[in-house]
Nanobody, 118 residues
Framework: QVQLVESGGGLVQPGGSLRLSCAAS????????MGWYRQAPGKQRELVAT???????NYVDFARGRFTISRDNAKNTVYLRMNSLKPEDTAVYYC????????????WGQGTQVTVSS
C-alpha cells in the first residue's frame, strides 16, 4: 500500500507564488520517476513536469521558466515551486510516482486545489 499526501495549494493573486509538496509513504522500495499533473474544470488532466531518480527534469511549455520541480529522495517527497502564476494556472494539481519494481506501478495523490485570482 502506497499513500501520497499533497499540500501547499490555495488561493494566490496573479503574479504570486506557491510551493506544492507531495510525500509518499507505505510499501515503497525505490521511486523511479515523480511528477506533477493538473486538471482544470472541463479539461483533461495534463502533465506539468517530471523528475527522474537521477534528477533529470522535464517541463511542458507552459511550465518551463516559471515552475521548478525538485525531489528529496531521503524523504520520498516531490515539490513543485510555481512562480509568476496566472489565472489559467487554476486547477487541481496531482502528484504521481512510478515505483522501480515489477510492473512499474503508478500511484497518484488526492489532488490539491490551486486558484489564481485577484
Amino acid at each position: 500500500q502506497v499513500q501520497l499526501v499533497e499540500s501547499g495549494g490555495g488561493l494566490v493573486q496573479p503574479g504570486g507564488s506557491l510551493r506544492l509538496s507531495c510525500a509518499a509513504s507505505g510499501s515503497i522500495f525505490t521511486i523511479d520517476t515523480m511528477g506533477w499533473y493538473r486538471q482544470a474544470p472541463g479539461k483533461q488532466r495534463e502533465l506539468v513536469a517530471t523528475i527522474t531518480s537521477g534528477g533529470s527534469t522535464n517541463y511542458v511549455d507552459f511550465a518551463r521558466g516559471r515552475f521548478t520541480i525538485s525531489r528529496d529522495n531521503a524523504k520520498n517527497t516531490v515539490y513543485l515551486r510555481m512562480n509568476s502564476l496566472k489565472p489559467e494556472d487554476t486547477a487541481v494539481y496531482y502528484c504521481q510516482i512510478r515505483l522501480a519494481t515489477i510492473g512499474w506501478p503508478d500511484y497518484w495523490g488526492q489532488g490539491t486545489q490551486v486558484t489564481v485570482s485577484s
